[in-house]
């Protein structure tokens, strides 16, 4: 089967300063992989270069059989999931009403909104704007999310910290759904402990390029 | 989900939110009533030339305070939210299409109510059939100042001075927006044609809606 | 460098050389000595129309190949055209008040244009200025060059559609009429002032092709941080 994610040689720039260089990455179906590393050694540039949301300077690459220079990145972008560092929810808006919000641009049945939100944990605060929600309340939501999209590719950045354990047995429910439909995994931790307890293959980021870590 | 779809999605919710949060009506619109006050007082002027300027400041203070409104919507945007929606398949010109309709209908109203307040402050004198032109040269100055400054916020984005620079942007740029209006109202007094200022006003709004749609994939990779 | 100053050297020579003409062809007889300042304000005008075509280019083009060069080149074109924007704007406002005696003339679609543009500019090297990734810089300037290129030529059109309605308005005098003599000088600083352009992009291309070579290779971002040295945490 062709990798869902397949990097030769990828290299990033941000702000005039380089921050991967070289990086070798492949990501089979079903597979989980840990990215670790030090503060400021480029994880979360790794994951949105994965994400095609960072363009690249060198090198090529496909994500979901489709090449990283593609100008129609469109439908591979609807089968990645991402949670990044901070929720991307509208502060303005209830839980319920940001879910629904992302589920009409999704094209998704709004019908399974409350469902998510009942698997979550929220169903008791769905009609809460998000700005009176804790971070892990709206973290929360974004698990929710991604349980209505599915995504073939997951993409997990920090997506743990500040968590109870029970969210963070949601993200592993998550995780292991994603590898049952045969999807990939990309987790990001500073954490290297933690990542071996999900990932089949840990590596580890440093001086811009990616390793397998000791 | 398609273009349109998404687009109406986008101008629904940032309804909502401006209707929760009420920026433009709450802040913004009172501000401008009361830059409306402070010409006369500060020109020091007579009564019958505070009426023949009436509506020379409205389209002024409507171009300079319309810009805050335009540029609102732009400074709401998250980059997490940009991520999200990319990864949602939202299509960029469907998000700047949807936030020129929201900004468009915030602007009209914002505009048509400060006309208002011009109107009773200001007392000038009203050519026969001024409502219909007023209302439509209005709209079509809001339809094009938000497309201005939708673009100019997406170039600003992220920038610590990013609503003077959007402004500084936006300001000269919608000179053609001015006079259109302007004119307009003008042309009744005057009793020479209307539609040369409102042809003027609708090719303004057009190319640059076909602009904003062309540069929209651009855009959205030029912010992140 | 060769080049440069090769260049440099004969846009020095051709602007010396309209200088002349225009200090010796006879006056205007209505304008008197003020008509001389037609000769810096009528090819600086010339240059900002001239220099904005270029930006806009250079940024349409950028759009279109990403290469960086059109970007350097759009650069380099708002940098020389602000200049002689500005030139052009305050020479035409010391001849106004001279010759019509107002600095400022609010039916005139080119003087309009050319104040929208150098604003414009103003905008375009503020945000330049205040973005420090050179793709995003590109890429964003770009945008704006490009924004300009639809509404620039609105403005022209719109300011001159104001004049055409509102003749009676007119401060310009009438029947006003330059000598022959004035007419080859004013052409003649026109093309010299397009050879200092060239020239004067020609060297800030230059410049700006060695400010890349010379940018330092950035530190890698893990790099830029080290592990804590804990054992001196008690000693801060």
């Given amino acids: 089967m062709d990798p869902i994610v397949d990097f030769r040689s990828i290299g990033v720039s941000l702000g005039g ?28 540039t790794l994951i949105r270069t994965i994400a095609t949301l960072t363009s690249i300077d060198s090198g090529s690459g496909t994500v ?70 804790s971070f892990g309340m709206r973290r929360r939501v974004e698990i929710a999310h991604l349980l209505l999209t599915r995504p073939t590719l997951l993409l997990l950045d920090e997506a743990a910290s500040g968590l109870d354990s029970s969210a963070r047995d949601l993200i592993s429910a998550m995780v292991d759904s994603t590898r049952s439909r045969g999807g990939g995994t990309v987790v990001v931790s500073h954490d290297e402990s933690q990542l071996r307890g999900i990932a089949e293959n840990v590596m580890s980021l440093s001086g811009g390029r990616l390793e397998p870590s000791r | ?161 990013r609503t003077s620079l959007a402004s500084l942007i936006v300001a000269p740029l919608a000179l053609p927006l001015i006079i259109g209006a302007s004119q307009s109202v003008e042309a009744l007094e005057q009793d020479t044609g209307i539609l040369p200022w409102v042809l003027l006003l609708v090719t303004s709004d057009l190319a640059l809606a076909v602009a904003g749609v062309a540069l929209a994939r651009p855009l959205e990779e030029a912010t992140r | 460098m060769t080049r440069t100053r090769l260049l440099m050297g004969t846009a020095g020579l051709s602007v010396a050389i309209g200088l002349w003409f225009a200090l010796t062809a006879p006056p205007d007889v209505l304008q008197g000595e003020y008509s001389r300042l037609i000769n810096i304000h009528v090819p600086s005008m010339w240059l900002a129309f001239l220099a904005f075509g270029v930006t806009a280019l250079g940024s349409i083009m950028w759009l279109v ?89 609105l403005v022209y059109f719109s300011v001159n559609l104001f004049r055409t309605l509102h003749q009676t308005q007119s401060i310009r005098p009438d029947g006003s009429t330059m000598p022959d003599e004035m007419v ?8 010299a002032f397009t050879v200092l352009y060239v020239a004067l992009m020609v060297t800030r291309l230059a410049v700006s092709r060695l400010e890349a070579q010379a940018r330092p290779e950035g530190v890698f971002a893990g790099d830029a941080v080290r592990p804590p040295r804990l054992s001196e945490v008690e000693d801060v």
């Fill in chain 3, 65 to 153: 190949r990403k290469k960086e060069r059109w970007d350097r080149l759009a650069a380099a074109s708002v940098e020389v055209g602000v200049i002689f924007t500005g030139i052009g704007l305050f020479t035409g406002m010391v001849w106004g008040q001279a010759v019509w005696g107002a600095p400022w003339d609010w039916q005139d679609p080119r003087l309009m244009s050319t104040a929208v543009m150098f604003f414009v500019y103003l905008g375009y090297l503020a945000l330049r200025n205040a973005l420090d990734d050179p793709v995003v810089r590109a890429r964003r300037s770009a945008i704006l060059g490009a924004i300009a290129v639809v509404q620039v030529p």
């Fill in chain 1, 17 to 44: 300063h380089p921050v991967l260089r070289g990086v070798n990455l492949t990501l089979a179906p079903g597979e989980v992989l840990g990215v670790s590393g030090p503060n400021g050694s480029g994880k979360t």
């Fill in chain 2, 1 to 161: 989900m398609t273009f349109w779809p998404q687009a109406f999605e986008i101008a629904r919710v940032d309804l909502i939110v401006e209707r929760r949060i009420g920026d433009t009506l709450r802040i913004v619109l009172p501000f401008a009533v009361v830059a409306l006050m402070v010409f006369p007082l500060a020109l020091g002027l007579q009564l019958s030339t505070i009426r023949d300027i009436g509506f020379g400041v409205f389209w002024a203070l409507g171009i300079l305070f319309g810009m805050q409104v335009a540029l609102r919507q732009s400074a709401a945007d998250t980059p997490e939210r940009r991520d999200l929606q990319a990864l949602l398949g939202v299509d960029a010109a469907a998000r700047f299409v949807g936030r020129t309709l929201s900004g468009s209908v915030l602007m009209g109203g914002f505009l048509l109510i400060l006309a208002l307040a011009m109107l009773a402050l200001y007392a000038p004198r009203l050519p026969t059939g001024v409502w219909p032109v007023l209302v439509v040269s209005t709209l079509l100055l809001g339809i094009g100042l938000t497309e201005l400054g939708t673009l100019a916020g997406e170039v600003t984005t992220g920038l610590r001075a």
């Fill in chain 1, 64 to 133: 979901l059989g489709t090449d990283l220079t593609s100008t129609s990145l469109v439908p591979t972008r609807r089968k990645i999931g991402m949670i990044g560092h901070h929720p991307a929810l509208i502060p303005e808006l209830t839980l319920t009403e940001n879910l629904t919000h992302a589920a009409r641009l999704a094209g998704i049945e709004v019908t399974r909104v409350a469902n998510a939100l009942g698997v979550v944990g929220l169903e008791g605060a769905s009609d809460r704007r998000a700005d009176a929600c």
């Fill in chain 3, 184 to 191: 080859i000088a004013m052409l003649i600083n026109v093309a």
